[in-house]
């Protein structure tokens, strides 16, 4: 059973940073490769970045340059470094397997950047 827990979300201003975590209960942390996704308001979910188990990175060229995926094999958690943040980046963040998540998604965390 696929179990993955966002957390690290909040308020801040445009050009702060953030930290997001997801947590993995079982271990597809280990062995799949793993993305973050958003959603924001009115619009689609969309891939941000991706990270296989080999270290190797994809990002959407919306956060290249600002947006660091890094995993913690150990610790079953990946991590979203979010620094220069902007309004745009506004969204219900998510993390699951990549570039194919799973059909069962968790509950997210809420990153709002404001102006």
């Known amino acids: 059973q696929v179990r993955l827990v966002e957390s690290g979300g909040g308020l801040v201003q445009a050009g702060g940073s953030l930290r997001l975590s997801c947590a993995d209960s079982g271990s597809i942390v280990n062995f799949f490769a793993m993305g973050w996704y958003r959603q924001a308001p009115g619009k689609s979910r969309e891939s941000v970045a991706g990270?296989?188990?080999?270290?190797?990175?994809n990002y959407a060229d919306s956060v290249k340059g600002r947006f660091t995926i890094t995993r913690d094999n150990a610790n079953h958690t990946v991590y979203l470094q979010m620094n220069s943040l902007k309004p745009e980046d506004t969204a219900v963040y998510y993390c699951n397997t990549y570039p194919t998540p799973f059909n069962t998604w968790g509950q997210g965390t809420q990153v709002t950047v404001t102006s």
């Open positions: 990270i296989y188990p080999g270290g190797r990175t």
